[in-house]
């Protein structure tokens, strides 16, 4: 991962890690509504806990280094 650090949560019952998806954006350098444009796309995956999307820190950063941004 890069020198920006996620604030990331316990694993989940599924065992994933998740991150807001602010802190998606924020690590990305991109606007939330991207992030909901990649979840949307299914480029990165996401879970809905109660009324938050919460995002798989995993799938971020296996997207991140896929380089599909630039």
């Known amino acids: 991962m890069s020198s920006m650090t996620m604030n990331s949560e316990e694993p ?4 994933f890690t998740y991150i807001t998806v602010g ?3 924020r690590y990305l350098g991109v606007g939330r509504r ?16 109660r009324k ?3 995002v798989d820190s995993q799938s971020l950063e296996e997207f991140q280094r896929s380089g599909r941004m630039t």
């Open 12 to 15: 989940d019952d599924d065992g």
């Open 52 to 54: 938050m999307i919460l």
């Open 23 to 25: 802190e998606a954006a």
């Open 34 to 49: 991207i992030v909901y444009q990649l979840i949307d796309y299914g480029r990165i995956r996401a879970h809905r806990r």
